[in-house]
C-alpha cells in the first residue's frame, strides 16, 4: 500500500503543478487584458481635411491649432512642419521667424495628444499622427498654393512622423526635406530586448506616469528655454502606453527609411542624448545618396531651438534655396567613429 501511494503521488504531482501553471497563466492573462492601454487614434472620416483660420480640421472632425509665419497664399515657398515629442507648434518660433522675412511660409500644427490639441498626454497611434500629417499638407497646399514648392521639417518624433508619411507614397512628394535628431532606432544596442520588456510593462501597468525633469536648459534659445521649462503645453509626465507608442513609431521610421527618395538634410547635435549615433548612421544609409548630415558639436537634441541659431538658420536658408549644392556631409567622419 504504501508503495502505491509513493507511485500515485508521483502521478499526481507532475499534474498539479501543470495545474498551477494553467492557472497562473490565466491570472497573468486576465491581468493584461484588465489593463489595456489607452489609445486614441482617429476616428471614421466625417468631413474633408481643411484649413479653418488658425485650426487645422482632421478628417474625422478633430481640431488641431496651427500657427503660420509668413504669407499664408502663395509664399515663395512652404515648409510644412511636424513638432518633436512632448511638445507642440510654438517649437517652430525662431525658423518661422527667420524664413518669413524671406517670404518663405512654416506651418505647423499641435499633433494629437500635444500642445492645444484632444488628450493632451495620451497616444492616437502612429497611423493617425502620419495620416493626420498627410492631410494637413494636402490642406496646407490647397490654401497656400499648389505650384509653389513645398518642404518638409520634422523634429525628432516630429521627423519620425515624416519618413514614416513618405514612405506610405500617398502623398505629393515634397522638393527637399529637413530633419533634426530624427527620432530612429535602427541598430540600437538591445534594442528588441527593450521592445519586449517595454510591451510586458505597458500592458501590466499602462497608466504609470513617469516625471520628465524639465528645468530651463542654458543651451537653448531663451524663448525655447522658457517654454520647457514653464508652458503648462509642455507634457512631462509620460505614460508607459504613450512612451511605448513612440517607440513604435520611431521603428516604423528607422524600417521605412530607404523610402524616402528626395534630398534630405539631417541635423544632429555632438551631445544629443535621445537618439542613438548608431541609429542616425543606419538612417542616412537607409538615405543613401539622398541624404545629408551637418554635425554640431558640443549641441543637444533640439537644433531647431538652440542658443546659437545664427549656426542653423543660415544652413537651412541655404538648403531650401539651392539644396545645399556644395554642402559637405559629415557623414563620413562621424560615422566612421
Known amino acids: 500500500m504504501h508503495s502505491s501511494l ?8 507532475p499534474a498539479k503543478l501543470i495545474g498551477l501553471r494553467a492557472a497562473g497563466l490565466i491570472l497573468i492573462t486576465g491581468m493584461l487584458a484588465s489593463c489595456t492601454p489607452s489609445y486614441f487614434p482617429m476616428e471614421e472620416q466625417t468631413t474633408e481635411p481643411r484649413i479653418d483660420g488658425d485650426v487645422f480640421i482632421a478628417r474625422d472632425g478633430t481640431a488641431l491649432s496651427l500657427t503660420v509665419w509668413g504669407p499664408r497664399k502663395e509664399p515663395k515657398k512652404i515648409v510644412i512642419a511636424a513638432h518633436s515629442f512632448g511638445d507642440f507648434r510654438a517649437a517652430f518660433a525662431l ?24 488628450h493632451r498626454g495620451l497616444w492616437s497611434d502612429k497611423e493617425t499622427l502620419v495620416q493626420d500629417f498627410q492631410d494637413f499638407i494636402v490642406a496646407v ?3 497656400a498654393g499648389k505650384e509653389q514648392p ?15 508619411a513618405l514612405a506610405t507614397n500617398e502623398m505629393p512628394l515634397p522638393d527637399a526635406v529637413i530633419l533634426s535628431g530624427p527620432g530612429v532606432r535602427e541598430n540600437r544596442p538591445r534594442r ?19 516625471s520628465v525633469d524639465r ?24 505614460r508607459m502606453d504613450t512612451y511605448f507608442g513612440l517607440i513604435q513609431l520611431s521603428d ?14 539631417v ?18 544609409d537607409r538615405l543613401d545618396s539622398n541624404g545629408t548630415l551637418k554635425l554640431f558639436q558640443g549641441k543637444p537634441h533640439l537644433m531647431f531651438q538652440v542658443k546659437e541659431q545664427y549656426i542653423v538658420l543660415p544652413l537651412i536658408s541655404r538648403w531650401l534655396e539651392n539644396l545645399g549644392v556644395g554642402l559637405k556631409s559629415d557623414q563620413s567622419s562621424f560615422c566612421a567613429v
Open 6 to 13: 509513493k507511485a500515485k503521488a508521483r502521478v499526481l504531482r
Open 95 to 118: 525658423i518661422g521667424e527667420h524664413l518669413a522675412s524671406q517670404d518663405i511660409a512654416v506651418w505647423a500644427y499641435d499633433q494629437r495628444g500635444f500642445g492645444d490639441g484632444p
Open 141 to 143: 497646399r490647397t490654401v
Open 150 to 164: 513645398f518642404y518638409l521639417l520634422g523634429e525628432s518624433m516630429g521627423a519620425a512622423v515624416v519618413i514614416a
Open 192 to 210: 528588441y530586448w527593450y521592445n519586449v520588456g517595454l510591451w510586458i510593462l505597458t500592458h501590466i501597468w499602462p497608466s504609470y506616469e513617469a
Open 215 to 238: 528645468p530651463y536648459d542654458v543651451r537653448l534659445a531663451e524663448t525655447h528655454a522658457k517654454r520647457w521649462s514653464e508652458d503648462p503645453r509642455i507634457i512631462n509626465q509620460v
Open 252 to 265: 516604423l521610421a528607422s524600417d521605412t527609411a530607404s523610402s524616402v527618395k528626395v534630398p534630405t538634410l
Open 267 to 284: 541635423l544632429f547635435g555632438s551631445e544629443d542624448t535621445q537618439i542613438h549615433p548608431k541609429s542616425l548612421c543606419a538612417l542616412m
